[in-house]
């Protein structure tokens, strides 16, 4: 079975702040890659996917980038509405999470 | 505006069963694959199955493989779950969502869920 790892699991950080976000794959076996913003008690909301694709509607600060085994999603510059959880997905698996906090 | 809406969650027994629809409008059912996801209380999504457009292709995590079936039905824009042998580690959150491309699970549209509690 495939792991997925994600760091940080938390994060604290201030608005305007470059916030960075990888996830790492037990063993490569697709080119795609996405990652979902998730608030309490909302479903998770698709940002990016085929590792860099940026979704119909998201602001251009969320980006994704990364190949074989390791993935990243950038904020450029956080914005108060971007605290939540994040998670990476390949296929039939996601990450466990990295939660984003107001420092 | 793309709407999907779960239903039939509940209460069930260990062992028992239950039947999920989720109902689409704001797009072509028909032309997209569909996906359910699962939630369990703190915990994060697990991709639970998905059906092709026209339902000739299904996959399953390894956990489900022969207790859950994934079905649809075009012409009426329904997805449905059914749930059979139901363990304590079925309990969450069941969401249906929409494939952005067909065969990837990167899932665009989310509806709101719908709560599968297994217990005596």
């Known amino acids: 079975d495939i792991q997925m790892t994600q760091s940080p699991s938390t994060l604290s950080a201030s608005v305007g702040d470059r916030v960075t976000i990888t996830c790492r794959v037990s063993?490569?076996?697709?080119?795609?890659l996405a990652w979902y913003q998730q608030k309490t008690g909302k479903a998770p909301k698709l940002l990016i996917y085929?590792?860099?694709t940026l979704e119909s509607g998201v602001p251009s600060r969320f980006s994704g980038s990364g190949s074989g085994t390791e993935f990243t999603l950038t904020i450029s510059s956080l914005q108060p509405d971007d605290f939540a959880t994040y998670y990476c997905?390949?296929?039939?698996?996601f990450g466990p999470g990295t939660k984003v906090e107001i420092k | 505006e793309v709407l999907l809406v779960e239903s039939g969650g509940g209460l069930v027994q260990p062992g028992g069963s239950l039947r999920l629809s989720c109902g689409a409008s704001?797009?072509?059912?028909?032309?997209?694959?569909m996906s359910w996801v699962r939630q369990a209380p703190g915990m994060g999504p697990e991709w639970v199955a998905h059906?092709?457009?026209?339902?000739?292709?299904?996959n399953y995590v390894d956990s489900v493989k022969g207790r859950f079936t994934v079905s649809r039905d075009n012409a009426k824009n329904a997805l449905y779950l059914q749930m059979d042998s139901l363990r304590a580690e079925d309990t969450a959150l069941y969401y249906c969502?929409?494939?952005?491309?067909?065969?990837?699970?990167?899932?665009?549209?989310w509806g709101q869920g719908t709560l599968v509690t297994v217990s005596s």
């Open positions: 997905q390949q296929f039939a698996t």
């Open positions: 704001g797009f072509r059912f028909s032309e997209y694959w």
């Open positions: 059906i092709k457009t026209d339902g000739s292709y299904k």
């Open positions: 063993q490569s076996i697709s080119s795609s």
């Open positions: 969502a929409r494939e952005v491309i067909g065969g990837t699970t990167d899932l665009d549209f």
């Open positions: 085929k590792v860099s």
